[in-house]
Nanobody, 119 residues
Framework: QVQVAVSGGGKVQAGGSLRLSCEAS????????MGWYRQAPGPSREFIAT???????NYADSAKGRFTIFSDTAKKAVYLQMNSLKSEDTAVYYC?????????????WGQGTQVTVSS
């Protein structure tokens, strides 16, 4: 059983900052990467950033220069520091954990956390 716990959402004014936290626990043995996605009202979940177990990061264009993803591998945790927030960053943010099992991968998702940016 794997649990992915997310915290850190909330309300902030445009230009402000928030930090999201995510920690995996349970039967997660071999994390390949962790990341963040978000979903504004609508069907699509948007990629924000990922970080591999080796520390390689990848960002969506919308996040570059404003958001920073970092991890604590010992805690199986990943964080998203969000600065210079804009109203269009308003969304439910989800943590993704990709566990490598044999030759395959398994995705785990945390519960979403609401981020609301007021202009």
């Amino acid at each position: 059983q794997v649990q992915v716990a997310v915290s850190g959402g909330g309300k902030v004014q445009a230009g402000g900052s928030l930090r999201l936290s995510c920690e995996a626990s349970g039967s997660v043995l071999n994390i390949d990467r962790m990341g963040w996605y978000r979903q504004a009202p609508g069907p699509s979940r948007e990629f924000i950033a990922t970080i591999t177990i080796g520390g390689r990061t990848n960002y969506a264009d919308s996040a570059k220069g404003r958001f920073t993803i970092f991890s604590d591998t010992a805690k199986k945790a990943v964080y998203l520091q969000m600065n210079s927030l804009k109203s269009e960053d308003t969304a439910v943010y989800y943590c993704n954990v990709v566990d490598r099992i044999g030759m395959g991968y398994v995705d785990y998702w945390g519960q979403g956390t609401q981020v609301t940016v007021s202009s």
